[in-house]
């Protein structure tokens, strides 16, 4: 045999080779939601790339949809946080308030009552 004939006989074997593994990977099982098994069973139809589309959009008009739900109820728990804060900063300032009445109050009478030992003292 020459040295050529033993290169096609080589290269025949390979190649036959090559295309029995092919056969066997395309044939082994695989899951619903492998890339080959998604790829043997996708049949685009001609003139309907606008279901993709519109499968697409909806997919991301529902996504949308929930990130702003969780936007809303984010918001609504923040509200319901700052109407309690506000209602405690009501409550101190008129406790606040209340206080500095008083302490004026007792500012005034502890006044008079100088007032009044001095007068004493003096007269």
């Given at each position: ?11 025949g074997t390979e190649m036959k080779r090559s295309q029995a593994k092919i ?101």
């Amino acid at each position: 045999m020459s040295h050529r004939s033993l290169e096609n006989t080589k290269g025949g074997t390979e190649m036959k080779r090559s295309q029995a593994k092919i056969r066997e990977v395309e044939n082994a099982p695989c899951s619903e939601t492998s890339p080959a098994k998604m790829r043997k069973n996708f049949r685009p139809a001609s003139g309907d790339m606008s279901y993709g589309f519109e499968t697409a959009l909806a997919e991301a008009s529902r996504e949308v949809s929930l990130l702003f739900s969780k936007y809303l109820e984010v918001l609504r728990e923040r509200a319901a946080v700052d109407a309690s804060q506000l209602g405690e900063l009501e409550g101190i300032l008129t406790e606040a308030r209340s206080l500095e009445a008083n302490l004026k109050e007792k500012k005034e009478h502890l006044r008079r009552s100088l007032a009044l030992i001095s007068d004493k003292l003096q007269g």
